[in-house]
């Protein structure tokens, strides 16, 4: 077996120094400033946060721990920041270009960003009183997660579940996607989402995962008073252990040419449908 350095000519290695020259000047430029970064992290266990939705959600939330606030002008008379009185963090006016060097000049920040320490999950037992929960079985994308937020606040999802792992953290990102959502929704995380499920079953959910395969409309398939819709990863759908631990499987049907929709999408119309399911239910008692 030959040697894979002894065989380089000196052409590869002329090119591996041009590569190590250019990799040590945009370090050094990076070190000359301070890095932005597009999933809104802080860099020292904190997130940033942006957009005028996501930020005023963030500062009417009594469990939001803000450690500073960069805002424009025009931003903080949007904010009406007036009506927030000493507020007990740093406030800083600053120029638009401030907030683009921070999180990048393509986040749309309307003038306004945070640094906060993110939101603690709860444990699964925290569940008491609750009839319509949502699971997502490894949904990585975090414009997906927080379109998804959005909608289950908007059905009143008492809580989010996730797994710890092939989960988005919580970012500049999955908040502006959610428009403020994240502020009002329980989100747990979990480390077995099998044993998870089983939990939900054993406390009176009706488990359900979506399928496009299922063997039943979803509207036809609720049974319980409490339900746990499961959605599966864009492209891979529900894991195969989560298919077998469910106690349902259900399709969306859909007339049209494409038979599937994006999972946020998929999200909100299984949503309503559970919905409407347990208000009607509700209104039978």
Do not use: C
Request: proline share 5%; net charge positive; charged share 25%.
């Amino acid at each position: 077996m030959s040697d894979d350095h002894n065989s380089r000519t000196p052409k590869d290695s002329h090119y591996a120094r041009l590569r190590r020259a250019h990799r040590d000047r945009n370090q050094q430029k990076r070190g000359s400033q301070q890095p932005f970064t597009r999933d809104g992290d802080g860099g020292d266990g904190t997130v940033r946060l942006y957009g005028l939705h996501t930020v005023r959600a963030a500062l009417d939330n009594p469990k939001r721990r803000i450690k500073h606030l960069r805002v424009t002008r025009n931003a903080a008379a949007r904010l009406d920041l007036e009506k927030y009185t000493a507020l007990p963090f740093p406030v800083e006016t600053v120029e638009p270009r401030e907030i683009d060097r921070l999180i990048g000049p393509d986040a749309v920040h309307q003038g306004v960003l945070i640094e906060a320490e993110p939101l603690k999950p709860k444990p699964l037992r925290d569940l008491d009183g609750a009839a319509l929960v949502l699971v997502l079985d490894q949904v990585t994308d975090p414009h997906n997660v927080g379109a998804i937020m959005r909608s289950a606040v908007a059905f009143g999802v008492n809580a989010l579940v996730t797994t710890a792992r092939h989960s988005p953290a919580e970012s500049g990102v999955l908040a502006k996607a959610a428009s403020g959502a994240l502020e009002h929704i329980d989100h747990l995380t979990v480390r077995n989402l099998a044993t998870a499920l089983e939990e939900l079953s054993q406390a009176g959910f009706q488990t359900i995962g979506l399928d496009s395969d299922g063997p039943e409309q979803l509207e036809n398939t609720f049974r319980e008073n409490r339900i746990a819709l499961v959605l599966g990863a864009e492209g891979k759908g529900l894991r195969q252990k989560t298919r077998e631990t469910v106690s349902a499987l259900a399709r969306l049907d859909v007339p049209g040419a494409i038979r599937s929709l994006n999972v946020s999408n998929a999200a909100a119309v299984s949503l309503y449908a559970a919905y409407q399911h347990l208000k009607s239910a509700s209104d039978r008692r």
